[in-house]
């Protein structure tokens, strides 16, 4: 499908201003998701895939502001378009789920009202008939009886089900696009996978593509068909998902592969240790120089402290930012 | 949750205001202006008077009576419209910021600084005594304390996730605002309101006192106390009662206000001792 694609990320750089000097928080950020696709963006705390999701939805605030780079939607150049013209995107065409469903909700309005302020904003339904649809939205994300939750406020629901009515309210208007942020951080790991699924079905059953950022190496993979991993504000290694556990490239994205912790290896493998990445994500205002995760590499040499390695495309599809790869 | 204390007894003395100001013309014993009778001049209270007449022979009890009509209409109307004016200006200053901010912040600061009755008198003294001034002087000189309020509620509640979250979700500012955040900070605007519809009292009773409010033969409480002060010494219960009125519903206002402010917002309620 050489169609153009749904979104296009293009040598996005993104500053943060320090008291007046402009620090890059991301650079050379480039990705695209197809329609219907499913994409993860993987990496530690602070290295930029929450904002690198503002930008996509216009929503960086001082201090962050795009410095360079392009985003196309459907080809068009999102930073472009009137602050107006960018809201009616968000939402209807482009929305978005958090890690905490616990403040995503307004406490003091009832969860069918928050729904059914999707319908009534972006498509123009009345109230009754947006009523009646976001019936059919808790509906559709499993919610039992949900002719009388509608009238439920977020404090009488569980954190699943608060979840849900998230997905509820971000699928509502049918988006191409749904961006994930972290979306089962803050839940119990047997509602995650009810959740996962959840997310998984509904965006499949509407051809909306899914934008998946998240720490959790194995949860992306789960999920997404490609992944990206990003280190220190750049993305060092994208492949499919099933290439980056088979055959990880990037140094760092062994060790995260290598840090997953498997039922049963300790039997398989005897007795042996869990595989760690030794030291910690340097600061945004001090990143090193030549490659940013020379300081943390087992396989550091010479080069690599000081010339930035260029990105380099993979036999098996895909692309990664190490001088010593394969 | 326990009854308090402060709640029940205020509760009670305002709703018994509000009960005698919506009854009054049932409740009175006579026509509180028309029912002047020289024969009963100064009559002390009894059976027959129960506040005592004053000087025309007129029922003060009929008068006190009528009296709570006019000074909690002036009261609940002008801070209703204080309200209307501290939230709106407090609500967009504190969320859209910037020069806005500033401009509403500056405004709130040069209200504080002018004393609110002297600023009152200034606007009663161009527009002339009369009931309509009465409510746009009270009701443009008393919002400094909701403004504050819905500024600093906006400020905080902002940053919330579900602020974020309607954003994100493409809603515009101003129904982010009406949305997202009045219902949010009502609880504190619903406190500072009730203890403020206490000072609208007073303050009405005080410019009428002046002369400048609700002008005799009408009764208010203030113009009551204004006609009774020369014979305090004669006819003390001339003066008495309607005092008593305004004490006694300005203590309800504010003991209600205090009760909300512990079930409407526990942080304050925890530093209680």
């Known amino acids: ?326 | 949750m326990p009854l308090r204390f402060n709640l029940v007894v205020g509760g009670t003395l305002f709703a018994l205001a509000v009960f005698v100001g919506l009854f009054a013309p049932w409740l009175a014993h006579t026509d509180p202006v028309m029912d002047a009778n020289l024969l009963n001049a100064e009559e002390p209270p009894s059976w027959t008077w129960w506040f005592g007449t004053d000087a025309q022979g007129r029922d003060i009890y009929s008068r006190v009576v009528h009296g709570a009509r006019i000074s909690l209409t002036v009261g609940i109307v002008s801070q209703l419209i204080n309200t209307f004016i501290g939230v709106s200006l407090g609500l967009t200053a504190g969320y859209l910021g910037g020069w806005w901010d500033d401009f509403v912040n500056g405004l709130t600061n040069l209200m504080l600084a002018i004393p609110s009755l002297i600023f009152a008198l200034a606007i009663m003294a161009v527009l002339g005594p009369g009931l309509t001034s009465l409510l746009i002087a009270l009701g443009l000189t008393n919002w400094s304390f909701s403004c504050r309020i819905a500024r600093a509620s906006a400020l905080s509640l902002k940053s919330q996730g579900y602020v974020q979250a309607a954003k994100v979700l493409g809603y515009g500012n101003l129904r982010i605002m009406v949305t997202q955040l009045l219902p949010n900070m009502l609880g504190p605007i619903i406190v500072i309101g009730t203890l403020g519809l206490g000072s609208a009292v007073l303050a009405e009773a005080s410019l009428s006192f002046l002369g400048l409010g609700v002008r005799p033969p009408y009764p208010s409480w203030g113009s009551m106390l204004s006609e009774a002060r020369d014979q305090i010494t004669t006819a003390p219960w001339l003066s008495i009662f309607p005092g008593l009125a305004i004490f006694l519903t300005v203590l309800g206002l504010n003991l209600l206000g205090d009760g909300l402010r512990d079930i409407l917002d526990p942080q304050s309620r925890s530093t209680r001792v």
């Open chain 1, 1 to 326: 499908m050489t169609a153009v694609p749904l979104i296009e990320v293009d040598d996005l750089r993104i500053d943060l201003d320090v008291q007046g000097r402009r620090v890059a928080a991301a650079d050379g950020i480039s990705f695209r998701i197809d329609r219907g696709e499913t994409f993860g963006l993987v990496g530690e705390s602070g290295c930029g895939k929450s904002i690198t999701a503002l930008a996509l939805i216009g929503l960086l605030r001082h201090p962050l502001s795009i410095g360079a780079g392009r985003i196309r939607f459907e080809g068009r150049e999102i930073q472009n378009l009137s602050p107006a013209r960018q809201r009616e995107l968000r939402g209807d065409r482009i929305a978005m789920i958090f890690q905490e469903p616990m403040t995503a909700l307004n406490p003091v309005s009832p969860v069918g009202r928050q729904i059914a302020e999707m319908f009534v904003l972006h498509k123009g339904k009345s109230w009754r008939e947006a009523n009646r649809l976001a019936i059919e939205a808790l509906a559709s994300v499993r919610v039992p009886a949900p002719e009388r939750r509608v009238k439920d406020f977020p404090y009488q629901l569980s954190g699943g089900m608060r979840q849900r009515v998230m997905i509820a309210i971000a699928l509502a208007c049918g988006p191409d696009l749904l961006i994930a942020d972290e979306p089962t951080t803050a839940l119990d790991v047997t509602v995650q996978a009810e959740i996962i699924e959840l997310m998984r079905d509904l965006c499949a059953a509407k051809g909306t593509a899914v934008l998946m950022i998240s720490h959790d190496l194995g949860l992306v993979a789960n999920v997404c068909r490609r992944v990206a991993v990003m280190y220190a504000g750049r993305i060092v290694e994208e492949q499919s998902s099933d290439d980056i556990f088979r055959n990880p490239a990037h140094p760092y994205t062994r060790g995260l592969v290598g840090s997953l912790p498997r039922l049963g290896s300790r039997a398989a493998h005897g007795q042996s240790r869990l595989q760690e990445i030794k030291g910690v994500v340097p600061a945004i205002t001090s990143f090193p120089h030549g490659c940013r995760f020379n300081p943390r590499c087992v396989r550091v040499t010479d080069v690599c402290r000081t010339v930035e390695p260029a990105v380099d495309l993979l036999d098996a599809g895909g692309l990664v930012r190490c001088h010593h790869h394969g």
